[in-house]
């Protein structure tokens, strides 16, 4: 799962008994302070931020940029001496020449569309009934929330017993499990990403309902009185008044939605390991690495594309928010 | 902190005249939610019945029928056949570390860019969060190679980062640091400059600035981030599928992959090993449902 950061430092909380927090500029120490910081306190600071930005760095960005190097490269991973050189081949392989590549990125723009289109009205609609101050809300929200706390290789499995061809929940109902007759829901080209998009819903729906929830927490009572008393509808006031105001949540959901799809993996995984019907670029990356065939700069071709369209969305977002915050 | 739960409480404690009345609508609303909340559950109580019966019952009967009799036999079966207790302490030997060090070094990052005045934050800070962000398979293909690559003879028992519990410590924390440093520094940044500044004129070092002062005060912050980080780092499935190779190192979500690779012909046994496995993230969400709810939403809150 991830989640996303948004939070400008007005919104975050203060904590509890600290007294009225000053602005953010007064929460720093003013340029001037530097000159309190003895030798021993920079280098204090120095291995502070130092010693995880390395570990960080490391491990997450050199690996990101050496699988943008690796991608012009053909490598059997045995030896450096055996990495040579190929520019831009293992791209137009995978372009023009791999069967799997496009129905991959199908398979990833299907999924972003479907968890945009099905869960997320489906979690701003629970989220808005809860809202209204009800009994039993607690029971409802845990309800729909407990599959966003499971493992997705669980709930793989768990999606398994009602997709199974022969004992399946769906196939015993309708009759279907009777040889001949088969449903094959995980094995069906045609159907299997379908299905595996339910399960990935199931869970989606609950996740976006927090969001929501969080968002219109945030909502001043008061817009809401203003428009009760305008004499508007509950739908009038959703409409024109409530949803706007939830536009910052709705650009998280957002952002989440499309990382979630570009991340999609551990489902499909358990489900049919991305045999036919279900192939995405997350699977076609792994599958090189633990599959049998050990072809590295093709592999970190597929991942390059995968870190391109990310990049594209992950920057300009970040931009946003770190502009507001330096605004603030 | 802003958590979900105050929909109750404040719908307890306000006045009585302000509860809605019954109303037509209100009960219809409670259906709707009810009926909601069951079918979300079905999946899972699908699971729990199927999970309950003997595999020779369900195969004469089919599984959409009544049940002779309902046991604990399947999950006691799961348990002990497959070592699930060995697995769980693999898990254990990872997440316990990794959430430790991940919010050590992340509280640490935190406090350099929120409390100090230095040109590099935010450019740090955006370095840590946009590389949480990425896709996990965009880093993966080096990342194996490097770990096939670094020998520690005698640390881990692959004698490589590959492998062993340490090589998934430090790719958790790398990875979650991200996340928690951009959370931990918009907390620290609304504690009142005057509390470090005080000190920092009294002749304080920055080590007590920040272990004695700032620290104590992120308490709460702290709190809904390890929740949250135990939860992931517990669910992974990604890292260890393709970081570790022996069976036996395997942390319990992988290694009900296996389980089901070895009875694959027994749906109720693995129904059973992959409910015990959900077990722990169960317990921790209702125990600190809070600190979890609060913490998925620090990240998102209102922008």
């Given at each position: 799962m991830t989640t996303i950061p948004t939070t400008s430092p007005e919104a975050a909380t203060p904590p509890p008994g600290s007294g009225p927090a000053k602005t953010t500029k007064a929460a720093k120490v003013p340029q001037g302070h530097r000159r309190l910081l003895t030798r021993r306190d920079r280098l204090t600071l120095g291995l502070m931020a130092g010693l995880p930005t390395i570990l960080h760095v490391a491990l997450v960005w050199v690996t990101a940029l050496a699988s943008i190097a690796l991608a012009f490269t053909t490598w059997d991973?045995?030896?450096?001496?055996a990495i040579t050189w190929v520019g831009f081949d293992n791209f137009k392989e995978l372009f023009t020449n791999n069967p799997q590549f496009w129905p991959a990125v199908q398979h990833n723009i299907i999924w972003f569309v479907a968890l945009i289109l099905i869960p997320t009205p489906l979690g701003l609609l629970l989220a808005v009934q809860l809202d209204?101050?009800?009994?039993?809300s607690r029971v409802y929200q845990t309800a729909f929330f407990l599959p966003v706390v499971m493992s997705l290789a669980v709930i793989g499995f768990v999606w398994q017993l009602i997709y199974n061809?022969?004992?399946?929940l769906i196939n015993s109902l309708i009759g279907a499990n009777e040889p001949g007759h088969y449903i094959d829901w995980i094995g069906d080209p045609d159907l299997n990403l379908w299905a595996i998009l339910i399960a990935a819903s199931w869970r989606h729906a609950g996740y976006m309902m927090i969001l929501y929830l969080a968002g219109l927490k945030g909502v001043d009572p008061s817009l809401r009185e203003a428009s009760a008393l305008d004499g508007a509808n509950e739908w009038q006031t959703f409409k024109n008044v409530i949803f706007p105001t939830l536009r910052p949540t709705n650009t998280v959901v957002l952002v989440v939605t499309i990382i979630e799809a570009l991340r999609a993996f551990d489902l499909v995984f358990v489900f049919n390991?991305?045999?036919?019907?279900?192939?995405?670029l997350s699977i076609l990356v792994t599958n090189n690495i633990i599959g049998e065939s050990s072809r590295i700069g093709y592999g970190s071709a597929i991942a390059v594309v995968l870190l391109v369209i990310s990049l594209a969305v992950i920057i300009p977002y970040l931009i946003a928010t770190f502009r507001k915050e330096r605004q603030a | 902190m802003s958590t979900l739960d105050t929909t109750t409480t404040t719908a307890a404690s306000a006045?009585?005249?302000?509860r809605t009345p019954v109303r037509p609508a209100r009960i219809l609303l409670h259906l709707f939610l009810a009926g909601a909340a069951l079918a979300w559950l079905a999946p899972l109580l699908w699971a729990l019945y199927a999970a309950m019966r003997p595999y020779g019952e369900t195969s004469d009967k089919g599984y959409v029928s009544w049940p002779d009799k309902l046991s604990f036999e399947n999950f006691t079966n799961a348990f002990t056949q497959s070592e699930m207790t060995h697995y769980f302490v693999n898990t254990l030997i990872i997440a316990v570390p990794a959430v430790l060090l991940t919010l050590f070094l992340s509280s640490m990052v935190a406090f350099y860019v929120s409390r100090f005045d230095f040109r590099i934050n935010l450019f740090l800070l955006l370095v840590f969060t946009a590389g949480n962000l990425l896709p996990q398979q965009v880093i993966i293909t080096p990342l194996y190679r490097l770990y096939l690559l670094i020998d520690i003879p005698g640390i881990t028992m692959s004698g490589k980062?590959?492998?062993s519990a340490l090589g998934l410590v430090l790719i958790h924390v790398a990875f979650q640091s991200g996340f928690c440093a951009f959370v931990l520094s918009n907390y620290m940044r609304s504690l009142p400059h005057e509390l470090t500044e005080a000190a920092l004129v009294d002749g304080a070092s920055v080590w007590r600035l920040y272990w004695q002062i700032v620290l104590p005060l992120c308490k709460p912050a702290m709190a809904a981030l390890a929740t949250l980080l135990s939860i992931w780092i517990y669910n992974d499935f990604f890292w260890a599928l393709v970081l570790i190779s022996t069976g036996e190192n395997m942390p319990i979500t992988s290694a009900l992959n296996n389980l089901s690779g070895q009875y694959f012909t027994d749906p109720n046994l693995v129904a059973a090993g992959a409910l015990l496995t959900a077990i722990p993230t169960l317990i921790v969400y209702f125990a600190l449902q809070r600190q979890f709810v609060s913490g998925l939403t620090l990240g998102a809150n209102k922008g």
């Open positions: 991973g045995i030896g450096f001496d209204k101050q009800i009994r039993f061809p022969d004992t399946g390991k991305g045999a036919e019907g279900t192939e995405l | 006045p009585a005249t302000q980062l590959y492998d």
